[in-house]
């Protein structure tokens, strides 16, 4: 698993990752102390920080690794020696920034940041880790507050060491320093695509742990005995009546939140969808399904959340983006409504509005024969062989920096390129 934390200075990120990562058992990563070490290596070997090519090459030859104590603390080497107090001495932290921005620098970080994380479950924390170094992690918090109260934490911290400086000086720091940090060109700090922000504004430092780990909990139990009951009801019925066979289940992630995006015939679809999916999945039902009280307990019960038909119902729309957030599995029918002549149609904007919020893997999805067995208008099934076939992943890349109505027409996009993946997988389908 890995979590990855970003967020303004003064915003709490260390001190709460090390707790979460003690009552998680994870491995921290303090990316910060990958930028030290190399400022601390290069001011020892009296490398010109202005000299951007040494540094790059001095980046590359580099071996720094982290490892936690048996304390849990974290301890840094620079080719094998340990540099754990000397990187945060007042002469390294003020020369960091000459290091930190240089691409090629960061670049080569970022690569032995993945590598240390390989294999492991991580909690890391730094400017960049949700949008450079795993914009794909399976949860991305961002540690917010307002700048008062950053400067206001700050200035406890500086008066508890002893140090007198005046508020408003902090205050003014703060400011200058926020406005750096998101202008400047080398990884600005951003809120990245899906990130779960807290304001931690008046809370204390458990509070924000707790947040933390509840919301990493509620993924852990992603797995309820009902739907599994349920499913396996599904799973004799699917094979009673329709011989359902399942293709690609490889494709479907073993953790995090994602999208099974299917072409939609048949009421049958969700219980197709979902019938040999390796995880559980929420679904979304028009609310007039709900209506009849024993039906609409039911469909609940499997993780069937309403939304209105028509247009865009903003209400299904958010609670889909914190379904994936809290890294659930979704299936959504790009089309909207059943089709009336079992060809495929043209896609809504909806999916691509939900990818470009969320930044999660879509699994495309063919449902074959679900139009012979029961199409719109029929008030039973057929008994006829249905076939389901999960794609594989697809991620989408999104510019945050354009305006509405190119947003807009990017939602299109991506919801025409899910069709078009659905599209391919019913052309192998009736090829095969
Ligand atoms: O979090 P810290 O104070 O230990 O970070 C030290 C410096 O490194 C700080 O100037 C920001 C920079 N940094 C960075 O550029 N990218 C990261 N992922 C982490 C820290």
Redesign the pocket.
């Known amino acids: 698993m890995i979590i990855a934390i970003d967020g303004p200075?003064g915003s709490g990120?260390?001190t709460v990752c090390k707790r979460v990562a003690r009552r998680l058992n994870l491995f921290y990563l303090?990316?910060?102390?990958?930028?030290?070490a190399l400022t601390y290596s290069a001011l020892r070997q009296d490398v010109d920080l202005t000299d951007k090519g040494r540094l790059v090459n001095l980046a590359n030859d580099i071996n720094i690794d982290l490892k936690a104590s048996k304390s849990g603390e974290q301890i840094i080497y620079v080719n094998g020696v340990d540099v754990t107090k000397e990187i945060r001495l007042p002469y390294v932290?003020n020369n960091?920034?000459f290091i930190?921005k240089i691409p090629g620098v960061?670049h080569r970080?970022v690569e032995l940041q993945r590598k240390i994380a390989h294999d492991k479950d991580v909690i890391l924390?730094?400017?960049?880790?949700t949008t450079v170094?795993f914009p794909r992690a399976d949860f991305k918090f961002y540690l917010d507050a307002d700048q008062k109260e950053r400067a206001r934490r700050r200035f406890i911290e500086l008066q508890e060491k002893g140090v007198s400086v005046a508020f408003e000086e902090i205050l003014e720091e703060q400011i200058k320093r926020d406005e750096s940090d998101i202008n400047r060109s080398v990884?600005p700090l951003k809120k990245a695509r899906g990130v779960i922000v807290v304001d931690t504004t008046g809370l204390t430092i458990s509070d924000v742990v707790e947040v933390i780990i509840n919301y990493v909990k509620k993924f852990s139990s992603d797995w309820n005995l009902w739907y599994a009951f349920m499913q396996l009801v599904s799973v004799i019925i699917t094979a009673l009546f329709f011989k359902l066979r399942t293709y690609g289940r490889e494709n479907i992630p073993k953790r995090g939140g994602f999208i099974i995006a299917t072409n939609h015939s048949s009421h049958l679809d969700p219980i197709i969808a979902g019938s040999r999916c390796p995880r559980q999945l929420h679904y979304f039902a028009r609310l007039s399904l709900f209506s009849n009280k024993m039906f609409g307990w039911l469909i609940r019960s499997v993780n069937a959340h309403p939304i209105r038909r028509a247009g865009a119902d903003k209400h299904a729309l958010s609670l889909a983006e914190k379904l994936l957030k809290e890294g659930k599995g979704i299936v959504i029918f790009p089309e909207a409504t059943r089709t009336r002549d079992g060809n495929l149609q043209k896609a809504k904007p909806g999916i691509g509005f939900i990818i470009g919020r969320v930044d999660c893997p879509v699994i495309p999805a063919y449902i074959h024969n679900t139009f012979k067995a029961m199409p719109r208008g029929s008030k039973w099934f057929k008994s006829v062989p249905v076939t389901v076939t999960y794609g594989k992943p697809i991620y989408f890349s999104f510019d945050d920096n354009v305006n509405i109505k190119k947003r807009n027409e990017s939602y299109q996009k991506i919801a025409d390129q899910v069709m078009d993946e659905i599209g391919q997988l019913k052309r192998k389908q009736c090829n095969a």
């Open positions: 200075a990120k260390s303090d990316t910060g102390a990958m930028y030290r932290t960091v920034k930190a960061r970080l924390e730094g400017r960049d880790t170094v990884s």
